[in-house]
């Protein structure tokens, strides 16, 4: 994964291909919180956790210290003094940390490629974004459908936790460098990154 500059930026990530991994890492009170989930969504959990504390590690944080909760929005609760996000897709699972003190929102995702076929544009695209989508050759319009979709993603889950606003995906707009929103004047300044790693598409939004 090309991300050397999330290192430069200072911030913490850990990625893992595992489709399952065992959940020797998670305490009994975070694996309450999957116990009645359907076995996929444990295995996400389990994955997206243990990238987590992974990833926290690189921080300095002792893992058999380290309890990952949920907030009553569902959102990660964090150790005092950090910022995170968490995402996984099928055949790949990750999260990014940083300090509060330099950053006050991160949000990342992850999304198979091509998986944005053009019959699903319509519910997430508006029509701005989709003019853009159909300059690009047919045989890259899925490919760049899911790399817009996925930052998308990536920027609900960054605002979120500073704004509490619901988004749908057609309330922003992609504008090839930012988003337009109309939360935007409470976001602080930030930055999007995109990778792409084997089969995946890797987006990054950091503020």
């Not at 309890?67 to 996000?85: A, N």
């Not at 047919?138 to 490919?143: D, G, K, V």
């Not at 790399?147 to 936790?161: C, V």
């Amino acid at each position: 994964m090309e991300f050397g500059e999330l290192n430069d930026l200072g911030l913490f990530y850990h990625f893992t291909e595992a489709e399952e991994m065992e959940s020797g890492f998670l305490t009994e009170k975070e694996l309450e919180l999957i116990s009645n989930r359907h076995r996929n969504k444990q295995l996400d959990f389990i994955r997206g956790r243990t990238c987590a504390k992974m990833a926290l590690k690189k921080m300095g944080f002792p893992i058999a210290n380290v309890e990952l909760l949920s907030e009553p929005d569902g959102q990660v609760s964090w150790p005092e003094g950090v910022v995170g996000s968490i995402s996984h897709s099928k055949g790949l699972a990750g999260a990014i940390v940083g300090w509060k003190k330099d950053f006050q929102s991160l949000g990342l995702d992850i999304e198979l490629r091509n998986r944005v076929q053009p019959e699903i544009w319509d519910r997430l695209f508006t029509e701005l974004e989709q003019e853009v989508l159909l300059q690009f050759p047919m045989e890259l319009q899925s490919e760049k459908a899911t790399e817009i979709f996925s930052l998308k993603e990536a920027f609900y889950k960054f605002q979120w936790p500073l704004t509490k606003t619901f988004l749908g995906m057609r309330d922003v707009e992609w504008k090839g460098h930012g988003f337009a929103a109309g939360i935007s004047s409470k976001l602080p300044t930030y930055r999007c990154f995109t990778s792409l790693y084997n089969q995946h598409h890797i987006s990054v939004i950091v503020g």
